[in-house]
């Protein structure tokens, strides 16, 4: 089993920056894992928001952030992380760390990921 603990959420004003950390625990292969970022606001589906490949050779976003926030990890110490600049009210969420098999048919699926952390709230002011 793979434990996700997600930080760095919180208020920001519009235009502003948060990083956010998620470090992985457990499983016996969990930095071979793909890791993605999701996210859900209220009444609103949970959302792709990036994924990297455990070699980081694949990066995927989704076209609202891209461009705008980055996605790395750092395997060595099970870290996954999720720069985000220039954020907007619209990006005001619950922010989920995931991981899933390395190589996922779609890395925007929710499907494709086997573990998820608790999530991390970040609001956005305008």
């Known amino acids: 089993q793979v434990q996700l603990v997600e930080s760095g959420g919180g208020l920001v004003q519009a235009g502003g920056s948060l990083r956010l950390s998620c470090e992985a625990s457990?499983?016996?292969?969990?930095?071979?894992?793909?890791m993605g970022w999701f996210r859900q606001a209220p009444g609103k589906e949970r959302e792709f928001v990036a994924s990297?490949?455990?070699?980081?050779?694949?990066?995927v976003y989704a076209d609202s952030v891209k461009g705008r926030f980055t996605i790395s990890r750092d395997n060595a110490k099970n870290t996954v992380y999720l720069q985000m600049n220039s954020l907007k009210s619209e990006d005001t969420a619950v922010y989920y760390c995931?991981?899933?098999?390395?190589?996922?048919?779609?890395?925007?699926?929710?499907?494709?990921?086997?573990?998820w952390g608790q999530g991390t709230q970040v609001t956005v002011s305008s």
């Open positions: 995931a991981a899933g098999r390395n190589r996922p048919y779609d890395y925007r699926g929710v499907k494709e990921y086997d573990y």
């Open positions: 457990g499983g016996r292969t969990s930095s071979t894992y793909v």
């Open positions: 990297i490949s455990w070699s980081a050779v694949t990066i």
